[in-house]
Structures are given as C-alpha cells and as structure tokens.
C-alpha cells in the first residue's frame, strides 16, 4: 500500500485523508494540536455548509470600499497594509480579481466546488454526526440597490440549481419567523433553501473515529511540522519539532499556516490570513431556525443543535495576528444589534478566533507541486467546510492517477 501523510487535521487535512484512505491509500495524518480541528479556523467557523452562497471575496464593491477598510471605518471589515513581499504579491493579485467580470467567473467557478462537495457530506451525514441540518438560509440585504445587484447573481447561481428566491419584507417574515425580532431595517432578502448547517468540529472529530474504525487511517497529533526536505526535486522527509519523518507523498493543507511551510521547499503560495470572529451560546426560542447572514453587517447566524454560533469580521490580518478582544466586542455588540433575543449573551460566549486562508480568486489550491510527492490542498477562505469534499476527492484523483 502506498504511504500518504497528510498535514494538517482541519478540515480539509480530514476529508483528504477520508478521500485518500477510500481509494486504498495507506494514510497518517499529522497535527500540532491535540486533536483534529482543534487549533485552526475549522474549530469555530459559521457553521454553514454555504454551497450556494460562494460569492468570492474579491469584488467591485469590496475594491470601492477599501480606503475605508485601511482606515477602520467599516466595523466588519479592516485591511491592516504590510509592505512585505508575500502581502504585496498576494494584495495585488486580489485586486486584479475585483472587477465584476471575475467576481462573477470566480463565484460560479468555486459554486460549481461546492455543489460536487454536497453529495459527499450528504453521504458522510449518514455515517457520523454532526449536528447536520438542512434548513435553508436567509440572506439579508439593508438597502434596496445591494439587493439589486445580489438579484443578478441569483439568475446566474439559479442556473446551476440554487432554488433561490428575493423575499420582499413580508415574506421573509413569513419563511423565517425569528425576523420579527430583527433589530434593524431591511430592505429585503434572498432565499437560499438548499444551504445547511453543522457543526464542522464536531464533523471532522467524529470523521476522525469513522477513519481510524473503517480504514485504519493513523493521528500523530501534538507534532508540529518545520517544513519539508527535498532532494534533487524529490520530497524524502516531513520535517518536525520531534522528529524527521520519511515519506515520498505528502499533503499540505495546514490552512492559513500552508503558506509558511511551503517556503521551506521554495513553493510561493498566493494565500493571505483573514481573520474572523465568533462565539456560542444556548440558542432562546427567538433564535432563527434558517441560517442567516446578514450582509451589511457580514455577520452570520447559525443553529447547531441547541447552541447558536455567530460568526463574523474579516480582518485581512498581518500574518501570526492575536485574539483582539476590541474586536471580538465588535462582533459582539453587532450580534446583539441585529437578534437581540436569539440566545444568552451574558453567558459564556466560548469565543473564538480564526483566519481563513484566502486566495486572490478565492478559489482553493489542489495538486501537485514542481516537488515530485508534494500536494497542496489549501487556500479555502471563507468556505473550506462548504467545498471540503470535493477538493478532498480531487486531490486524491490527482495522486491515484500520476498522468492526471
Ligand atoms: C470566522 C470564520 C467563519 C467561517 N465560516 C465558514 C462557514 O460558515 N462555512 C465554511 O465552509 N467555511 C467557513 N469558514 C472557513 C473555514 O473555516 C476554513 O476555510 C477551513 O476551516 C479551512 O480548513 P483547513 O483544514 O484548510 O485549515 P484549518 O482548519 O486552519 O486547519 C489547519 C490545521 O493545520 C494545523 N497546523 C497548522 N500549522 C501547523 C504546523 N506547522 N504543524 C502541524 N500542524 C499545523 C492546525 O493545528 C490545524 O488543525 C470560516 C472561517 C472563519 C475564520
């Protein structure tokens, strides 16, 4: 049996594994944390399996706002500028995804990503829990020109089966009752009814039992990786802290960390830090039974089970960024703004902080590297959880077959 070791247990690292150990790989799995998606950003995301929802984060309207991102005045949304290389190589190719015509490709392309992933957690749902319910979404917009411009892409994404519908005020009372308590104005929204929720810790904790059980898949956690040792163009080793740990296949997908360590084998990745936000607590009757995101305030809202998990901010962070309670206040106090009633914010908020590790086109990074043995599957931003199945499978298609 061929021996692959996966980097990295969020997320991804899990469902690379689970797609490599299906087409009869001998896989191992390594992480510095104590456990899979214990450290990273698949800890506490939103919650949302969001496979209709994947407007890329490069866009004319991000691209028109950012003198007010660099200067603090959007509370969901900071650019913090470096002059580092890395930042400037990754910061200019963003932009260059920011008109509508890329916006758009970029959408659609990551869209059809996450339609191939939905089989593949419907069919895992039935074998592990995870708090997995389909309940649809409810997208908010505040004035009636975003609503507009968002109906646009609606009649693209229907294309492609999204089911979703504009709701005038009235009706997104009616489909999501729980707007009734929604301490702002808004001027409409957009129903996506295929759109689920979950919690993804609890997915890749229980995939962990579900692929030691059924393929004997193997976890060194508590080991941090320092980088990778090559020969002539050939991978030999994973380094880490312990030990050195020889192998001819491995996978990186160590989230926004990936970056990092593929420089010690001289690979570039386009993949910058964005950091976000969110708590959980009991859910209150009032809390919505639809995920909700409310786009104004890029604040989302989730159910899993009976916590309620809010999720928002993108810091577009200075690499190695820090909890920042200022921050997570923000968030805090938008939470409470916009559902005042959904659950217990005096409580224990479980707060939690996280970095997407984004892409100038948002789209994932999957395949082979110029080192023979060497993968990527890395670079997911806000959707990892959305699109892991389907990058899991790709990459395992690409080293199954070494002609693809
Ligand atoms: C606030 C927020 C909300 C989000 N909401 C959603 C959502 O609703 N739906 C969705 O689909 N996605 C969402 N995302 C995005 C999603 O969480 C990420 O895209 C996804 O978790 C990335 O998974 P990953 O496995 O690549 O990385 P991670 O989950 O970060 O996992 C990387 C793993 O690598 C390990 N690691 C890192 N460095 C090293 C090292 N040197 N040695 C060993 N191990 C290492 C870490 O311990 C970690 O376990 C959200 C993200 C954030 C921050």
Redesign the pocket.
Known sequence: MTRVLV???????MTSAHALAKRGFEVFV????SGP??????FG??????YFYTDAMASPSLALNIPKYILGLDPAFRISLSLSPSFMFWALRFLGNSTQKAFERNTTDVLELALQSRAGIAELSSKIKFDYTSNGKVTLFSSKESLRKAERLTQIKNRYGAGQIVLTQEQSLEREPALKHYGHSFAGAIWSPYDEAGD?RLFCRNLRILLERDYGVQFLFN???LGVRRQAKKLVAVITEKEEIQCSRAVM?????TRL?ARTAGIWLPIWPVQ???FTIPAFDAAPRASITDTFRKT?FCRIGDRLRV?GLADIAPAGGKFREDRFFTLLATARGIFPRAGDYDGELNAWT????VTPNSKPIVGRTKIEGLYLN?G???????LSMATGSALADVIACPAN
């Open positions: 980097l990295g247990a969020g997320v991804v690292g390594l992480d510095a944390a998606a214990q450290a990273g950003a698949s995301n939103g919650a949302q399996l969001s993804a080991t941090k990786v997908s160590l989230g926004a960390n360590i976000g936000y969110s989302v999720a996280g970095f997407r590790p890395c997911h931003g806000s959707l990892g959880w959305t």
